[in-house]
């Protein structure tokens, strides 16, 4: 039998899995106790049940209304997680969750127009806050747009029959598919664009586009998914990192954190929630000053020697990493 880790306490038993798209599964799971959570939430997987290796997952489900807690993974070659969880793990095998996280929800806004938007897999959780609004705020306008690479992209194809959706396909557009991708004359043709909630998930540079065009537009609150952080570029000055496993010397800018850094300049760190919650990017530092806004999961030793939440640690002088 499994034993759970630290930080995924959950267990949960695998009841079927249905395969999305050519490259997107979604598992279907029981847990047998009251499992909390709210539409739009992710969760850390312990993978391979490991403690080491964590990744963050939405919870595409919807407390209340599913009948399963789901994950819907899109495999990554040579992702770890998601090869793990869509090519090896079958029906009846247990999972090892986290408490669920974040906070791109919904549930609490007295907004009566939303508009969601979703690109690829970042439709897990708008499809999550979807059925929530259905269920508990049928009065809500609740406009939807959704982006693929093809129309056999489409993640949830069936149950998108139950909502007003636009659908936008980049390639092979066919009847019910807008051709492209989405621009600032879509979001203009959206009723009282300017009075809506804009919520959104897909990759970096899609959640950029969208919250600089809708803002430019005169959209007020714009929420984006943020249990990832994309690498931004390498800085060339700023605070000197040296990194002694890496044999790397490399700079800091001013206000970016440690992890920002790191991956910024090619150094592998392993990281899962970026929220100093799940301790996957645990790093040493040998010299230098820094402040910390996280040590959930250090011990008072580890801090004692040196070790910080790359995520949550912002270097206020050179520093020497192990």
Request: aromatic share 8%; glycine share 6%.
């Amino acid at each position: 039998m499994t034993m759970p880790t630290p930080l995924c306490p959950w267990r949960m038993q695998v009841h079927h899995i249905h395969q999305e798209t050519p490259d997107v599964w979604t598992l279907s799971l029981i847990c047998h106790d009251y499992y909390p959570y709210r539409a739009g939430q992710y969760a850390l997987v312990s993978i391979g049940h490991q403690k080491e290796t964590l990744r963050a997952y939405t919870l595409s489900s919807t407390p209340g209304v599913s009948e399963y807690i789901t994950l819907t993974v899109r495999r990554i070659e040579n992702g770890a997680g998601s090869n793990w969880l869509t090519q090896q793990v079958k029906r009846g095998d247990y999972l090892w969750l986290s408490d669920a996280q974040g906070a791109f929800t919904c549930d609490t806004l007295a907004s009566n127009k939303l508009l969601l938007l979703a690109a690829g897999c970042g439709v897990t959780p708008v499809m999550s806050m979807r059925r929530w609004l259905a269920a508990h705020r049928s009065d809500v306008d609740v406009q939807v747009i959704y982006s693929v690479r093809s129309p056999q992209d489409v993640i949830f194809a069936d149950e998108w029959q139950n909502y007003p959706v636009t659908l936008v396909a980049e390639s092979q557009a066919r009847a019910g598919f807008t051709a492209g991708r989405l621009t600032q004359a879509m979001l203009s043709a959206v009723p009282d664009l300017t009075e809506r909630t804009l919520f959104c998930c897909g990759p970096a540079p899609y959640m950029e586009w969208v919250e600089n065009t809708a803002r430019e537009m005169g959209v007020l609150h714009v929420f984006k998914e943020a249990f990832f952080t994309p690498a931004t570029p390498a800085a060339s000055e700023g605070v000197k990192l040296t990194k002694l496993s890496a044999e790397k010397t490399f700079f800091a800018a001013r206000g970016d954190s440690l992890l920002q850094a790191l991956e910024s300049n090619q150094v592998a760190v392993n990281a899962a929630c970026r929220e100093g919650v799940c301790g996957c990017c645990k790093t040493q530092v040998l010299a230098g000053e820094y402040s910390v806004s996280s040590t959930l999961t250090l011990t008072e030793q580890e801090i004692a020697e040196g070790y910080v939440l790359a995520c949550s640690c912002q270097p206020l002088s050179n520093l020497v990493v192990a």
